[in-house]
């Protein structure tokens, strides 16, 4: 079945860096577009950075673009999200996701920007 699974996440202080991976599994990985999006306390989802099947196109939400940056290895099925410069409004629960049959979601991985 298909699996997206977080990682990366954790406390760090405002302006530092963050890693988050997204291993995916039961579908072909190289062929899809991925995403991640956030969710802070009592907000919405938001869409923070999408890349193409190839890597040859991304996109990124204003809020973080220029600090995040989002990559992705089809050999591993695993995209990535670099974030730096982290402040205190990124903190939320990070997901990846991406679109089989239906929309699919990973369960998140906690960023905690915070001194």
């Known amino acids: 079945q298909v699996q997206l699974v977080e990682s990366g996440g954790g406390l760090v202080q405002p302006g530092g860096s963050l890693g988050l991976s997204c291993a995916a599994s039961g579908f072909t990985f190289s062929t899809n577009t991925m995403y991640w999006y956030r969710q802070a306390p009592g907000k919405e989802r938001e869409f923070v950075a999408s890349i193409t099947s190839a890597g040859g196109s991304t996109n990124y939400a204003d809020s973080v673009k220029g600090r995040f940056t989002i990559s992705r290895d089809n050999a591993k099925s695993t995209v990535y999200l670099q974030m730096n410069s982290l402040k205190p409004e990124d903190t939320a629960v990070h997901y990846c996701?991406?679109?089989?049959?239906?929309?699919?979601w990973g369960q998140g991985t906690q960023v905690t920007v915070s001194s």
């Open positions: 996701r991406t679109w089989v049959g239906r929309q699919r």
